[in-house]
């Protein structure tokens, strides 16, 4: 069974609003991700990070930002929440090796920005 | 460019067998990977693939032909809990993964 927490597991705000969707995971895994992912939608990676203080940008990373101070903790920030950013938020971590697309996923954080 | 493709949505038979295709192209290659979806839950880890062949696990099976740049994934004795999105996933050269949109199975009894 994976060890991988998100929260807040559901959330709504306002426009404008900042928040941080956090994500802990106990695997000792050194890398991490977070996906954007709308319903029957690929996933889309936002950020993802090989270790502590190493963080990337994916393919949705302009409004966002994340940090990695340790190694169990990956939160992702929204400075300015707006409505184009209503979608479920999936943080994962893998393994480093030979298995490193093996993710294991959180159970998401169900965005939505009025 | 780097894509994968698979099928939107399929229709099979509770018992019955079913195979979802996909293909990729990746700047070098490291894996190719199978995830379930259930709707409104994240995805979970099936099945792997690196070497061609056939990979059983139970009721489901994976193959991968690196030649063709092609993986099925294969479902056996079809159960009503199978309905879900199936992703299909490849490794690159620097190990990041490409995801397909999925494909949608829906299991009819």
């Known amino acids: 069974e994976a060890d991988i927490y998100q929260t807040p597991r559901y959330l709504v705000i306002g426009t404008g609003k900042k928040i941080t969707l956090e994500c802990s995971q106990t695997m000792g895994h050194d890398k991490m991700y977070w996906y954007q992912q709308d319903p029957g939608m690929e996933l889309h990676l936002i950020h993802y990070?090989?270790?502590?203080?190493?963080?990337e940008k994916g393919d949705l990373s302009s409004e966002s930002t994340v940090s990695r101070i340790r190694t169990e903790h990956f939160p992702l920030t929204l400075e300015s929440a707006r409505p184009s950013h209503t979608s479920q938020y999936l943080c994962?971590?893998?393994?480093?090796?030979?298995?490193?697309?093996?993710?294991?996923f959180g159970e998401g954080s169900r965005l939505t920005v009025l | 460019g780097q894509n994968i493709d698979q099928p939107t949505e399929m229709t099979a038979t509770e018992g019955a067998i079913v195979q979802i295709n996909c293909t990729y192209q990746t700047s070098g290659f490291n894996g190719l990977f199978w995830y379930q979806q259930h709707a409104g839950e994240a995805p979970t880890f099936l099945s792997y693939?690196?070497l061609d062949g056939l990979e059983e696990k139970g009721r489901f099976s994976s193959f991968l032909s690196r030649s063709k740049g092609y993986s099925y994934l294969l479902l056996k004795e079809l159960q009503m809990k199978d309905s879900a999105s199936y992703l299909c996933?490849?490794?690159?050269?620097?190990?990041?993964?490409?995801w397909g949109a999925g494909t949608k199975l829906i299991i009819k009894p």
């Open positions: 693939n690196v």
């Open positions: 996933a490849a490794t690159d050269s620097n190990y990041q993964l490409i």
């Open positions: 994962a971590s893998s393994a480093t090796g030979r298995d490193t697309g093996e993710l294991f």
């Open positions: 990070s090989y270790g502590v203080n190493s963080t």
